[in-house]
C-alpha cells in the first residue's frame, strides 16, 4: 500500500543560515531553562538542515574527492552548535561561552553556498520525539566507558536526519569532526557512495534514527566504512532505538545489528519517566502548570482509548502513526501533553493550536515546551462514536459544526501552493492501493472512472490549506453539549504523502466519516462558498475516491501491523474504505 510520503522542500540556503542565528540570538536573550535550551536545540536542527541540503548539492561523488569549503563551514557550525547543545543539557541549561559558534557563522557567511537547496524533512524530529540529546548523552557514555576516543573515532551520519544527529555523537566522543552520506536506492536496499578521504582512524560510528523496516541504510554505512579501511567488527552503531530493522530485513542486516555494538538512548530515559531531574518532561512543566503531582501516564499507541470509559476499545487506533501523549495529573484537572515536533515545526503547531482554541474549536494551550504542548483533559467529554444515539448531537447540530470548521481551515489556514501531494501523485496512490487492497475488478472498475475523468478537474488551479485531513467520528469530542476536535493541529504536515490539499479534500473526508448524502453536501458546500471558501464540485468528485483510497490503504497497513487483539476493529474499517470505493466507482 502506498501510504507515506517523503516531506521535502525548496529553501534559500542563507535565510537558512539567518534561522541559525535568530534562534541563537533568541536563546541568549532567554533565562536559563528548558525553553532556553530548545532554542538552542532548534538552531541545531535548522543547521543540520542546512548541511544537509548543501551537501546533497554538492554529491556524495564529488565529496569522495574532498570535501568542499561550503560543506566544510557548515559541519563546523553543526558541531558548534551541537557542542552548545550537550553542554547546556549536562549543566543545567547553562548557556556554553560560544564564540566557537560565532566564528563558524561567520565562516558561512563569507563561503560560496548554493542559492537554493533541498531540504528533506526530519521525521523523527517532526513526529517520533527523538531527542538530539540522546545521541550525545549516548556517546558521551561510551567515551566515559573507553569503549571509544574522539581522536581515534570516525563519525558517519546518514543524511537526512544524521547530520545533525552525527553531531552530537561527535560532540559527546569529543571528535574533531564528522562526515555525512545520503544512502540511495530502494528503501530496502540502500547504497552509498565512497567517503571523503580522512586520517587513519581504528574505530567508526555510523549515526542515524531508526532502523527501519530493512534496516538497509546503516548497512549502507557500513559498507561504505568498510571501503574507507575500518572494518565491520570496529563499526559502532548509533540508532534511535534497540530494537533492531523491521520484517523487511534480510539474513545479513539481522545478524549486523546482532554483532555489532550498539549504543542508544530512548525517550523514557531522555525526557521521560526514567530521566533524571532536570531533564523529565515534568520538571521542565511542574513550576508552569498549576496542580501537577503525581507521575504521568502514558495515552500513546491506543492507550488514551482506556481513559475513555466503556466501549472506547472498540475505537480504531493506528498505533505506529500515534505521536507521544501523556496524562500528567494535576488539582483542578489533568493535562494532556502531546508531542508536537521539535524546533520550528512545533512553534508552528503550537501557533497553529492556539488560533483554532482562540476560536472554540478545540481546548485552550498552555504553552510549548521543547516539543510538549499542553491543553486540559477534558475529562467529561467523550469520542462522538461512544454516545448513545439518544445523546448524540442532532444531525442539523453536527453539519453547522462542520461547516464553521471548516469554513474556519478555509479562510484562515493557508498553505503554499507547493505544499501536499499533486493530484498525480494521488491518482498513482488510489490506483495502487485499490488494485492491492480491492483486486482485479476493482483496478478495471478504476481504471474505466480515471479515463472519464473530466479534464477540468485535472487542470484547474489548487488552491491549498491546512486540511484537517482526519475528520474520522472518533476524533469529535462531545459532552452533551459543544464538539470539540481531538487532533486539529498536524494531519496535514504528517508522516503521509496527502499533506495540505484543497478543502475539497475535508469536505470529502466529511462526506466518507459522516456518510452526508448529496443533500447535505450540496448544503455544505453552500455553506463554505458563503463564508468565502470556493470550493468546487468537480474537485470534490475527484478527491472521494481519492480520499477513501488513502484511508483504504492506511488502515490495510495498520492492520498488518496490529496485535490480534486490535484486528477486529481495523478490519471493520479496511472494509468500510472498501464499500465506499466501490460506491464511488460505481
Known sequence: MIVYGDGRRQERSRAKLARVCIGLRRARALPPGIVRHARLVEALIEAGELLQGVADAVGDEMLSYGVTPGVASVTHLTLALARCCLHSWCY???????????????????????????????????????????????????????????????????RSIGTSLAAMVAAGLRAPGFDTLRPQGHPFDRRAGRLPPGGWAPDAAVVDEGPGLSGSSFMAGVEALRLAGVPQPRVHLFPSHGHGPGPAAGVEARLLWREQPVHYLGFEEVAGPDALPPHALTDWVRDRLPGVHGEMQSLSGGAWRAWHGEGAQTLPAQVHMERLKFLLPAEGGDWLMRFAGLGRGGRLACARRHLLAGHGFCPPVQGLWHGFTAERWLAHARPLPLWPAAQQPTRGLLLERLADYLAFRGTRLPAPAAAGATREVLLDMAGHNIGKGLGEDAARAWQDWRAALPTAALVMPLRRVLTDNRLHAWEWLWDGRTLLKADAVDHAVAHDLVGCQPLEWDVAGATVEFGLDAGERHWLMGRLREAGVPVQSSLLALYLPLYAA?????????????????????????????????????
Do not use: N
Open 92 to 158: 543545567g541549561f547553562a548557556l556554553a561561552h560560544d564564540e566557537a559558534v560565532e566564528e563558524a557563522v561567520r565562516a558561512c557567511a563569507g563561503q560560496s553556498l548554493p542559492a537554493w537547496i533541498t531540504v528533506h524533512r526530519c521525521e523523527g524530529y517532526a513526529f517520533y520525539a527523538l531527542y538530539p540529546e540522546g545521541h550525545g548523552m549516548a556517546a558521551l557514555q561510551v567515551r566515559e566507558s573507553g569503549a571509544l576516543s574522539g581522536e581515534r573515532t570516525r563519525v558517519v551520519g546518514l
Open 550 to 586: 488513502f484511508q483504504l490503504g492506511s488502515f490495510t497497513m495498520a492492520l498488518q501491523a496490529a496485535p490480534d487483539a486490535e484486528k477486529a476493529t481495523l478490519a471493520r474499517e479496511v472494509r468500510r474504505y472498501g464499500l465506499w470505493v466501490r460506491r464511488v466507482l460505481g
